[in-house]
C-alpha cells in the first residue's frame, strides 16, 4: 500500500511510528528488561482499517535521530528493515490469536471483535538463504503453559507439502524454498496452537499468503508465421490481420502488460512503414496508399512483443513474422493486342477454328480477374460463330458453329469486344484496346448436288408392269458462281431391285412389277436410295431418297384357317364345330368380310357338314345334326371369298379329324389314336414291339455282367507252382532258421540258363524275370568297411537301382546281392560262424551299442 495514505497509531507511548511505517523508542538510551507488546493501528483509505501485535525485546534503543534500524510495516505486517544496525535488530512480525489478550496491568485488553489477519507478501524466485522467516505466531497464554503451534493448508500438510513449515515451540513460520507465482499465486493456511496434550488452547487463525509477481516471463506468440492478406489499392487504415501474445506474469501488472511494434517491413516499396500495429491489440493496419499487386504481392513484417508495458530496458521480448499478401482485384481490364484480326474458313465446314485473338491483362493468371470473355456484338447476325475461351492462354477461338455458304456470304466482318468474368474494381474504366474487328473470308469449295425434295414422295397402284415411268428425280447444283456443272444419277440402294434411274435426267423407270405384299415393302412404302455426282474437281456426291407408297389391288384370295381341327364323332346341342376365319394379304376393302360354303361335288361334303356364318369374318364347320361318322381324318374343302372388286375365291381344304369325346366334349386318348387312323391290331403290334426292345436291352446288359465276372475269375497266364508270389514271407518272427522251415531258396538264385526264358513264346513273361539286357552296376561293399560307410553303401545302391532300367515292377522278387553260381550251401543257416581266421572284426567295436554282441562273439574280447 501507498505509505501517504496510510496513518499508523502505536499504543504504547514509548514508541512511535512514522509515516513511512518506520518504528522509533521515545527517549535515549531506553532499555527494558523484558519484551514489550504493543498493539499497532493502520489507517487507510476508504475506512480500511488493520491490526496487529508488536513485541519488541530490545535493550539500549536509540533515540529517534537514530534511524539506522528502523522496523517498518508493509500492508499491515510489520518486517525487519534490510539496513545493518549495530544496537539492535527488531524481530521478524508476530502474529497474536485473536481470541487471547494480555492482563490489564500490561496495558493491553481483550478484544470484541476479531483480528483482520493482513496478508503476507512474498516475492517470487527468491534466492533465499532458505528456510526464511516469514512470520512469528504466538498465543498470549504461552506464559502460563507450553504450546505447540502448527499450520494446516495447500502447501503446508497437503500437496505441494513442505514450502511452508513452522517451529512447534517458538512459532516462527519459514517458507522452504522459491516461489513460483505462476504455479500458484497464493496459498491459504490455517495456524493452530495446542497445548501438550493436543487440547486446542486458541482459535485457529486464516493465513493468507500472495507471491509477488516478478518478471520472469517473456511474451510468447501462439505462431511464429501469422499470415493475413489486403486487397490492392486499399486506403490506409485498412485491417489486415491480428498478432497476440501472451505473458504468463501477472497482467495486472507491468510485468505482464504486453505491447507490440513493428521491427522492420520487407519490401519497402513503395515506402518502408506501409503498415502500422496497435501497441495494446496487435491489429495491423494499413497507413499509406499504393498497396499494387502487380509490383509488390506480398510483404514480410516482423513484430516485436515487449512486456513492462513495452519498456526496453527493462522489459523482455520476443518476436513473430507477419506474411501479408497483397490479394488482387480487377484493377486491370483486358486488352487485346491488335484492333484487327483476319481469318479464312471454308464454307460447309463447322467446328473449324478460324483465328485466335491475343489478349493480356496483368491480373492475377488463372482467376476470375483475369479470365477473359468474348463477346460477337456485331457483324454476325445468323450465329455462324462463337469465340471460346483457351483455359490456359486466356486466348479467344474463334469457331464456326454453323456451315456458312460463299454463294450467300463471301466474307464476315465481326466486331469483338472483351471483359473479365469478374467486374471491374471501382473507379476502374475499360480499355479501348478491349474491342477489336475480326475479318473472315469464305472459302468457296465444289459443293455435292442436292435434291430439292428430299426424300420424295409419289404413290403408285401395285402391279404396275416393268418399263413404267414412275417419276424424274433431278438434283441441283449449288455451284451457282463456278462453270456450269454436269450431273450424273446412279442406283444407290434398291432392295427389291425394281428400279432404274436415267444416268443424264434422273427418270426413275420400273424394271420389275411392284407388290405391295413384298417383305421390302414397310407400311405400303418402299424406299430407294440414288446418288447425284458432278464433275467438279474434286468431284462431289448427293443422296436422295424416293418414298413409293403402293395402292393395294385385289390381286390376293384369301387363305383359310385353321387348316386342321377335330371335332367330336357325334354331334349334339352342347358340343360346337369348328371356328374358321381366313387370312388375305391385302387390305381393306379386298380382304373381309369373307364369304364361306361348302362346294357341290362331291355331295357328302353337303350331306356331312355345315357352314354357319358368325360374323364378317368368322364361320363355324360342323357335323349336320344326328349324323355320325367313323373316328379318322376327313379332307373337307371350304370355298373362300374375299369383299374385293371383282372378289377372289380359294378353295381350301382342312383336316378335320373326327374322334370319340367324352361328357366335356373332349376327344378320348384312344380315340384320339383312332382318329390318327390306327387300328386295335395296329395298337398291340406296336405294344409288342416295345417289350421286346425292353428284353432284348435287359438281356445286354446281363450278359455284359456275366463277362465281367468271368473276367475276374479266370486263373493267371504263370503255372501256380512258378507263382513266388505266395512265398512272401513275414520277417519280423523271431522263430527258427531257414533250415526250420521247408523253403526252395533256389528261387532267389540266379538261373544257370536263360534258355526256359527265350524259349518261351512271344508275350508270354513272367513279370518277375530278369530283362535280357545289360544289368546297372552296383556298389561293390569293401571288405573292411567303416561305420560310415553302411549309410553311404546303402544310400548309393538305392539310387542305382532308382535309375536302373532293368529293375523288375515293385511287386516282383529282386535281386539284392547275385553271389554268383555253383553254392554248396544249401541255406543261410549252413555258414560257418567260427571266428577262426585271418579277418580282424575290432572295428565292430566302433559301430554303437547295437553291434556290441557281435563285437564280443568275433572281436578280441576275453573268452567266457
Known sequence: MGNKAVVFQSSNPIFSVQTDGSIFAQG???????????????????????????????????????????????????????????????????????????????????????????????????????PQMLVSIRSDQDQDISIRYSITGVGADQPPNEVFNIDPVLGKMFVTKPLDREHRSSYHLRAHAVD????????????????????????????????????????????????????????????????????????HSPIPNMFTINSETGDIV????????????????????TDMEGNLNFGLSNTATAIITVTDINDNPPMLTSRTFSGEVPENRVDVVVTNLTVIDADQPHSPNWNAIYRIISGDPSGHFTIRTDPVTNDGMVTVVKPVDFEMNRAFMLTVVVSNQAHLASGIQSSLQSTAGVTISVQDVNEPPYFP?????????????????????????????????????????????WLSINRTNGQIITTAMLNRESVYVKNNIYEATFLATDNGSPAASGTGTLQIYLIDINDNPPVLIPRESQIC?????????????????????????????LPNFPISIRRNWTISRISGDYARLGLRYQIYLEPGVYEV??????????????????????????????????????????????????????????????LFVVWIKRREKERQTKQLLIDPEDDVRDNILKYDEEGGGEE????????????????????????????????????????????????????????????????????PPYDSLLVFDYEGSGSTAGSVSSLNSSSTGDQDYDYLNDWGPRFKKLADMYGGGDDD
Open 286 to 305: 494499413t497507413v499509406a496508399p499504393g498497396l499494387d499487386r502487380e509490383k509488390v504481392s506480398q510483404y514480410t513484417i516482423i513484430v516485436q512483443a
Open 637 to 698: 374343302p371350304v370355298i373362300v371369298s374375299d369383299s374385293g372388286n371383282p372378289p377372289l375365291s380359294n378353295r381350301s381344304l382342312i383336316k378335320v379329324k373326327v374322334c370319340p369325346c367324352d361328357e366335356n366334349g373332349d376327344c378320348t386318348t384312344l380315340g384320339a389314336v383312332a382318329a390318327a387312323g390306327l387300328g386295335t391290331g395296329a395298337i398291340i403290334s406296336i405294344l409288342i414291339c416295345i417289350i421286346i426292345l425292353l428284353s432284348m436291352v435287359l
Open 28 to 130: 535515549e538510551g531506553a532499555s527494558l528488561d523484558e519484551p514489550v507488546q504493543f498493539k499497532l493501528t493502520a489507517s487507510g483509505p476508504h475506512t480500511h482499517v488493520w491490526e496487529t501485535v508488536v513485541q519488541l525485546s530490545l535493550t539500549d534503543l536509540p533515540s529517534p535521530q537514530q534511524n539506522e534500524n528502523e522496523v517498518t510495516t508493509e500492508e499491515g505486517k510489520v518486517v525487519e528493515r534490510k539496513e545493518k544496525t549495530d544496537v539492535f535488530q527488531a524481530p521478524p512480525p508476530l502474529i497474536m490469536f485473536s481470541g487471547s489478550g494480555l492482563n490489564s496491568s500490561k496495558g493491553l485488553r481483550r478484544q470484541k471483535r476479531d483480528w483482520v489477519i493482513p496478508p503476507i507478501n512474498v516475492a517470487e524466485n527468491s534466492r533465499g538463504p532458505f
Open 453 to 497: 425434295t428430299n426424300p420424295k414422295h409419289i404413290r403408285f397402284e401395285e402391279g404396275v408392269p416393268a418399263g413404267t415411268s414412275l417419276t424424274t428425280f433431278s438434283a441441283s447444283d449449288p455451284d451457282r458462281l463456278q462453270m456450269q456443272q454436269i450431273i450424273r444419277y446412279s442406283k444407290l440402294n434398291d432392295p427389291a431391285d
Open 196 to 267: 501438550m496434550n493436543g487440547n486446542q488452547v486458541e482459535n485457529p487463525i486464516d493465513l493468507y499468503i500472495f507471491v509477488i509477481d516478478m518478471n520472469d516471463n517473456r511474451p510468447e506468440f501462439k505462431n511464429q508465421v501469422y499470415n493475413g492478406s489486403v486487397d490492392e489499392g486499399s486506403k490506409p487504415g485498412t485491417y489486415v490481420m491480428h498478432l497476440s501474445a501472451f505473458d504468463a506474469d501477472d497482467n495486472t501488472t507491468a510485468n505482464g502488460m504486453v505491447r507490440y511494434r513493428i521491427l522492420s517491413q520487407t519490401p
Open 740 to 807: 526250420d522251415q521247408d523253403y526252395d531258396l533256389s528261387q532267389l538264385q540266379q538261373p544257370d540258363s536263360l534258355e526256359h526264358i527265350i524259349s518261351k513264346p512271344p508275350g508270354v513273361r513272367r513279370v518277375d524275370e530278369r530283362p535280357i539286357i545289360p544289368e546297372s552296376q552296383y556298389p561293390i561293399r569293401p571288405v573292411v568297411p567303416h561305420p560310415g560307410d553302411i549309410g553311404d553303401f546303402i544310400h548309393e545302391g538305392l539310387r542305382a537301382a532308382d535309375n536302373d532300367p532293368t529293375a
Open 569 to 597: 364323332e357325334r354331334m349334339n346341342k352342347n358340343v360346337n364345330g369348328v371356328n374358321i376365319t381366313a387370312a388375305d394379304a391385302d387390305t381393306d376393302p379386298n380382304a373381309g368380310p369373307f364369304v364361306f360354303e
